[in-house]
């Protein structure tokens, strides 16, 4: 069976099986770097919010016989029942800009993999990437998440795209901030207990001293690349200028400038993001460059 056949069979399955209580509709949706998911937006009358279930994953388990297709909607109805809602959302305190404006941060993408969703939202460019920005949501009925800003958002507000920067950076540097981490310590966290000495030990024979920068929440964090007093800060504690690689759009790496070889990091790059990542979470191909002198990022490769 084919994906396409594989969503609009459980669309329909589902239908059956809720009847009048909830509407599934299978829908497309677009994610960073152009990679389209495949869900189901599941509509009820109780509630003005529609969670949408993802079936890529789901799908895969379908085709390699993991699962039956009664498994499958066994599994699509659980997650709906577990993330469904009751009564209705408020959502119109998002068109009052004085109510949103503590909550607005930001996150940063490739704006070469990102031209047909730029079309769509406000952002700010910055080198050959782009600063977007969203609205952070929490309550007690979808817990915590976010929500794009769009024109239509940015227009009601009555403010412009260098309104939404400074306030976006404001919010991240009190409610997120930037914090740069050894290597050894992120990659530490990701082994078992037992093998952290090994991971150290090549660190130490090395002598790498290369660092990951990310916001505390590790989401987006790559946007620490924006942050220029931050990173003086942490250059000149190093006592050198930085270059700056996209780790991805979580984080990025630092390690000091001295005697880097760019082309050969540029190589590495390109070649982590066409092998070890996942398509929605590359952010570039570039190396950065952080100048202690002016304080500024630029691309250098």
């Known amino acids: 069976m084919s994906s396409y056949d594989f969503y609009k069979e459980i669309e329909t399955k589902f239908n059956e099986m809720y009847g009048e209580d909830a509407k599934a509709v299978y829908t497309e949706v677009s994610k960073n770097n152009g990679v389209i998911l495949h869900g189901l937006n599941i509509r009820s009358e109780d509630t003005n919010v529609s969670p949408t279930v993802y079936m890529d994953r789901l799908y895969e388990l379908y085709d390699d016989g993991v699962f039956s297709m009664e498994e499958i909607l066994e599994k699509v109805s659980e997650i709906y029942d577990e993330n469904k809602l009751s009564e209705p959302v408020d959502m119109e305190y998002l068109t009052e800009y004085d109510t949103v404006k503590d909550q607005i941060e930001m996150k940063i993408i490739g704006r070469e993999r990102n031209k047909d969703f730029l079309e769509g939202v406000p952002y700010v460019p910055f080198l050959d990437l782009a600063i977007v920005f969203y609205v952070r949501v929490e309550n007690q009925y979808m817990g915590t998440g976010s929500i794009l800003v769009k024109e239509s958002m940015k227009k009601a507000w009555g403010i412009d795209d260098d ?25 530490s966290s990701m082994v078992p207990e037992d093998k952290r000495e090994d991971v150290k030990s090549i660190f130490d024979d090395r002598n790498v001293p290369m660092y990951v920068a990310s916001n505390s929440e590790k989401i987006w964090g790559a946007v620490a690349i ?6 003086g800060n942490f250059a000149d504690k190093l006592g050198e200028d930085l270059i700056i ?3 991805s759009i979580h984080e990025i790496i630092v390690l000091p400038a001295k005697d880097a070889d760019i082309e050969s990091l540029k190589e590495i790059v390109v070649e982590i993001n066409n092998t070890q990542l996942g398509r929605d979470i590359i952010l570039s191909d570039s190396v950065y460059y952080f100048n202690r002198e002016n304080g500024r990022v630029s691309r250098v490769a």
């Open 226 to 231: 924006l942050f220029d007093k931050e990173l």
């Open 163 to 187: 309104d939404l920067l400074k306030v976006a950076l404001k919010n991240v540097k009190c409610n997120n901030p930037i914090e740069f981490t050894h290597i050894y310590t992120v990659l």
């Open 245 to 247: 690689l996209p780790c």
